[in-house]
């Protein structure tokens, strides 16, 4: 364990501790999980190994889009998972396919959509929506996420907007982990002027500069939500894993990861 660790977190192992109680062997807990919560997942999984012995089996993609490795692209062909951490509107839409246990569902975090610059250049507007459709409107190229934050943006937003014929020409769909990139990366790269994405999947992308959300008026309302697939062959240890995520004493963790948490 690394040294430093602050009190609440060395209390989330013994919390773990106690959810774990009773089980008699360790088992290989198998999760899917999008990259929004993943820099969370990152730094909390290891202490829940370490304080219940199981194991985490990572898979990550997309929460929903075209791309063969999002989650409901995986589970449909039949890849194994216990439990899934993704956009909470993906999550019910696999609770309707039967792909998830719909009863199982627990909200871990909202999450709210932002832009990013390159380092160096000019912050544009984007407080109000009047600013923000100037900005679209005048940017030489856009880059947005493939998941849930991009699919909103193309299919919503910039309809919404007025906007979508005039940008679609200035405009790509950015392909995330794990075999991707953040949408950051490309901006860093100078391959877009501006990049949407989960301010989660911003902020810790070097080479950019974090220019804001964008405005109430037009942010969805999303949440990161886990759980347990309908095959589940570790539903205990899947469940104390989403009762760890979801607990008071992780709310630091994932306030630092860009998130916000739905438990104080």
Excluded: C, W
Aim: glycine share 10%.
């Amino acid at each position: 364990m690394k040294p430093g660790l602050p009190a609440r977190f060395l209390a989330m192992i013994g919390m773990a501790a106690l959810l774990m109680m009773g089980r008699a062997s360790a088992a290989d807990v198998r999760v899917m999980i999008s990259a929004g919560f993943y820099g969370v997942y990152s730094e909390l999984g290891p202490a829940f190994e370490r304080a219940s012995g199981h194991h985490l089996v990572t898979t990550r993609g997309p929460s929903m889009g075209d791309s063969p490795e999002a989650i409901p692209a995986r589970l449909a062909r039949g890849e194994a998972a216990d439990v899934v951490i993704l956009d909470g509107g993906a999550a019910d839409e696999l609770g309707r396919r039967d792909l998830v246990r719909a009863d199982s569902k627990t909200e871990l975090a909202r999450s709210l959509i932002g832009m990013v610059v390159r380092a160096g250049a000019e912050k544009p507007d984007i407080v109000s929506v009047e600013t923000l459709r100037n900005t679209l409107l005048a940017a030489r190229s856009i880059a947005y996420s493939d998941s849930g934050s991009g699919t909103y943006l193309l299919t919503t937003l910039f309809p919404k907007l007025g906007i979508a014929e005039q940008i679609a020409g200035r405009s790509r769909k950015v392909r995330g982990p794990p075999s991707g990139e953040p949408v950051a990366a490309v901006v860093a790269r100078g391959e877009a002027e501006i990049g949407f994405q989960q301010v989660s999947e911003l902020i810790h992308v070097p080479g950019v500069t974090f220019v804001g959300t964008i405005p109430a008026e037009v942010q969805p309302t999303t949440f990161f939500a886990g759980a347990l697939t309908r095959n589940v062959q570790q539903p205990q240890a899947a469940s104390a894993l989403i009762r760890f995520l979801s607990s008071a004493e992780a709310a630091p963790v994932i306030s630092k990861a860009g998130l916000m948490p739905l438990s104080k």
